[in-house]
């Protein structure tokens, strides 16, 4: 979503933009796509790392190549190392800057994902590949402040190369006051609950084992709660743990949630939960949405979520599902705080966190890069 949006930001401020991207996912009407050719066997990869998909980037890297020769650019905007890669290919070809979004770390999400381990050769390899990757770009774009930390103390990089910009949000699309009657229903949620929301990934990195457990702490202290777990993969799974617990008459797992229908899902929620557990250099985008919809968030104490989130949140212990649990009981049981957080978190996304000051800010850079006011 977040090149997504940038695009859209970048186009409504008068570029041009291109997005040279693999055979997965869908047209977006008003964004000029270009699509490398799909292998059959790699059109259904789950999120994280996999051998399978150094196939789909060296045909990735071909279709871009071919972009570059047939077109003119001003500026390679490179999402990831894996696009960081081909557009220091590109380079070569065309001498334009290239400006790297890194969302996170590479070696980090491998860890994340079991790929590797920290202390195996195979990390050593990916770090100095990562690190390498680094040194190739004329900007580097960090989404958060701990990742811009990692970038200039762990790999070296000039901290003038180096800029914070975060994620943003669509305060149009994401806001309070949607009619959700009708959607309620149909998800046979039980009027007169109230509903904790969580819409995202799902898995450990995520910290959904550690909300599944946290829910019946939570269900001890209320008799009127209901939690709505939106999200994929691994679904079927947690619902069997939700069974184990004996609370699946409280819990609700809808899967994938389409962007567009996004919104209306939350407006489901009285408050929201981000309980992300691997926050080493990523950021924690599903908060912003949560914000502009007016949700009271509670999330990890962690720098990720204080820059997003700031005095709007309610921080429980890191990866403690007891401290998670105890913060959520509090935010549901003091109406005056949820009403003031309400209004706090829905002025603050509106305010900081949109997508045009995303986009802002990202032409400063490329201003900066190029020389051209």
Request: proline share 5%; aromatic share 8%; charged share 20%.
């Amino acid at each position: 979503m977040r090149i997504l949006e940038i695009t859209r930001s970048l186009q409504s401020l008068g570029n041009c933009v291109t997005v040279y991207t693999y055979p997965l996912g869908r047209s977006v009407p008003g964004i000029q796509i270009v699509r490398s050719p799909p292998i059959p066997w790699c059109m259904d990869l789950r999120p994280g790392p996999t051998y399978r998909k150094i196939l789909l980037d060296g045909l990735l890297t071909c279709t871009s190549l071919c972009g570059m020769a047939s077109r003119s650019f001003d500026i390679a905007h490179a999402n990831l190392h894996e696009g960081l890669a081909i557009s220091s290919l590109m380079r070569v070809f065309k001498k334009i800057p290239v400006i790297f979004d890194a969302h996170g770390s590479l070696t980090d999400e491998m860890i994340t994902h079991g790929f590797v381990t920290e202390k195996s050769y195979q990390y050593k390899m990916w770090h100095m590949l990562e690190s390498f990757l680094d040194r190739q770009a004329d900007a580097i774009i960090a989404t958060s402040p701990v990742n811009v930390e990692r970038i200039v103390t762990t790999m070296r990089i000039d901290r003038q190369k180096v800029f914070l910009v975060g994620d943003g949000v669509d305060t149009e699309h994401f806001r309070p006051g949607y009619y959700v009657s009708d959607l309620k229903e149909k998800l046979e949620i039980p009027s007169g609950r109230r509903v904790v929301v969580y819409l995202g990934l799902l898995g450990k990195g995520q910290g959904t084992d550690c909300l599944v457990r946290a829910i019946p702490h939570v269900l001890s202290c209320f008799d009127d709660v209901h939690f709505l777990i939106m999200g994929y993969p691994d679904s079927e799974r947690y619902a069997k743990m939700v069974k184990a617990l004996g609370i699946s008459d409280r819990v609700t797992f809808t899967g994938r949630i389409n962007y567009n229908d996004a919104p209306q899902y939350l407006c489901l929620g009285d408050i929201a939960v981000a309980p992300k557990i691997s926050l080493q250099s990523e950021g924690n985008g599903k908060i912003y949405n949560y914000m502009a919809s007016g949700l009271p968030t509670v999330a990890f104490d962690h720098p990720v979520n204080r820059y997003i989130l700031g005095e709007c949140g309610i921080y429980a212990k890191m990866s403690d599902e007891v401290s998670l649990a105890q913060c959520l009981v509090k935010l549901l049981g003091d109406e005056k705080l949820t009403s003031i957080l309400a209004s706090g978190v829905r002025k603050r996304a509106v305010m900081t966190h949109t997508w045009a000051s995303v986009a802002k800010r990202v032409m400063e850079i490329y201003q900066l890069v190029t020389g051209k006011a």
